[in-house]
C-alpha cells in the first residue's frame, strides 16, 4: 500500500512536500504539541528548507490546511552505500489511530526511490512497541544494529532520566518482504502465537510491585527462534513502576548484544495475547550465514 504521486489523497489525508516558510513552522509546532515545548528533537524551519532543497524530504500529511503529520529524511552516506536516514516522523495524538504514520512512511518510499535510491534507514527507541509495530512489522524493516546511550542524556519528557539506546534499522525499498508486508500480507495471530510458543525467551519477565512486568533473568538466545521481550506499555511503566524503566532499559540492552554477537537477526515484532495478558515481543532468528564463493575452476 503506497500513496505516491497518482494518489494524493488516501482517507481525507493529503500527502505532499512541503513548500511554504509557514509550513515548515508547522513542523516545529507539531514536534512541540506531540512531545512538548522542551523536547530537543527538533528540525529548525531554516534547516528544513535547506534540506527540502538540497537531497532532503520534508513530507506532510494535511487535512485541509492542518498539518496532521510529518516526515523528514536526509541524504546518508557510510563509506559504500548511499542511503536516505529518516530523522524524525511525528503524527498528531488525535491521529494516532488513523494509520497515518504508516502512511507517510509509505508516501516517504514512494519519494525516495523517485531519488533512484533504494534503502531507507533509521533509529527507533526499542522499548517502543508502537514504534516496532510500525518499522518492523508493518513496514518490514529490519533491525541489525544497537546503539547505547546514543544521544547523551536529552532534557525532554520522553527520554529525561533514561539512557537514550537505539536499535538502527535498515529498510530495503524494493525487498519482496517489504511489499508483502506494506500490502498488508502479515502473519496470523494463530502463526503469532504458534512461533512465540515454540520460541526461546531472551529476556523473562514477572510481575513487579504495580503489578505490571519487569525483567527478571536475561539470557542467550538458542535454537531456530527467539523472543525478545519489551514493555506492553512503556508509558504505564514510567507511571507506575519507575525504576522498572531502567531495569527495562538495561535488560533489553543486554539481550539485544548477547543476540546480536551470536548472529541473530530481528526478522518480525507482534503484540499477542497471553494468559489474557497483552505482551510485546521481538522475533529473532539466526541470521543465514554468507555462501562461499565461487570456485575459479582449473
Sequence with gaps: ?????????????????????????????????????????????????ALQDNGGIVLGAFADIYLAGATISLLGWDGSTLYHYSHLTVVR??????????????FQRDEVLKLGLSEIRGTFDPLEGR????????????????????FGQLDDPVDRGLETDRLRWVWP?????????????LPSSEDVQRRWAGSTPIVETDAGESGLRVPTVVQEPTGPSAHLEIPFDLASVREHEEAGVRRWRHAVRDAFRAAF?????????AVLSAAHE????YFLSPAPKPSPPASAGP
Aim: aromatic share 12%; no cysteine.
Design 93 to 106: 495524538p488525535e491521529y494516532q489511530n488513523h494509520g497515518l504514520g504508516f502512511r507517510l512512511k509509505a
Design 1 to 49: 500500500m503506497a500513496v505516491g504521486a497518482g494518489s494524493p489523497r488516501t482517507e481525507g489525508f493529503r500527502f505532499r512536500r512541503l513548500q511554504k516558510p509557514e509550513e515548515f513552522r508547522q513542523v516545529e509546532e507539531l514536534r512541540t504539541a506531540v512531545w512538548g515545548p522542551e523536547s530537543e528533537v527538533g528540525v529548525p524551519t531554516a534547516l528544513q528548507r
Design 278 to 281: 497483552r505482551r510485546s515481543f
Design 131 to 150: 514504534s516496532a509495530g510500525l518499522i518492523v512489522r508493518r513496514l518490514g524493516a529490519r533491525p541489525d544494529r544497537y546503539f547505547s546511550h546514543y
Design 173 to 185: 525499498l524494493a525487498d519482496v518482504r517489504v511489499e508483502e508486508r506494506m500490502a498488508g500480507r
Design 261 to 269: 554477537d551470536l548472529g541473530y537477526a530481528v526478522d518480525d515484532f
